[in-house]
């Protein structure tokens, strides 16, 4: 079990989190249930899954809560496009969280791409400690 504060994947979740809950604080009041709340719950799930997934024993598990978070991160990436081309989203907001955004999806690219390697490497050695193990 990992402590999810100590990752700066999840940081950079959390800030990203604030930072959309503050922009579609501006959003206009007919969108509250609509696109503010999409919003709103898919840049959380984010920070959410990666601290659910850190919960979990072993990699499988937070590798395939990991999975989530970048679905969740692909979803807001296409609701920041929306907000800007309803013009409920400022360019230079949808820019700066875009980047954010961006350089989040790297970070959670690699870090899955490392939890995935330590799987294999793991179940490699468990297989081939199991083969050493039984008797021919």
Not at 8 to 30: G, I, N
Not at 51 to 76: T, V
Not at 93 to 118: F, G, I
Request: proline fraction near 2%; charge should be positive; glycine fraction near 6%.
């Amino acid at each position: 079990m990992k402590d999810f504060r100590d990752l700066k994947v999840w940081d950079k979740a959390h800030q990203l989190t604030l930072d959309v809950y503050k922009a579609t604080s501006k959003f206009p009041r007919e969108e509250l249930y609509g696109l503010t709340s999409q919003m709103r719950r898919c840049s959380a799930s984010i920070g959410a899954n990666i601290a659910e997934g850190c919960g979990k024993r072993g990699n499988n598990e937070f590798h395939r809560f990991l999975q989530i978070a970048s679905g969740s991160a692909s979803e807001l990436d296409y609701h920041f496009l929306l907000a800007r081309d309803l013009l409920f989203l400022p360019q230079a907001d949808y820019v700066r969280m875009d980047n954010q955004l961006s350089a989040l999806r790297r970070m959670l690219t690699s870090l899955l791409q490392k939890v995935d390697h330590d799987r294999l490497t793991s179940n490699a050695q468990a297989n081939g400690l199991a083969a050493t193990a039984v008797p021919e």
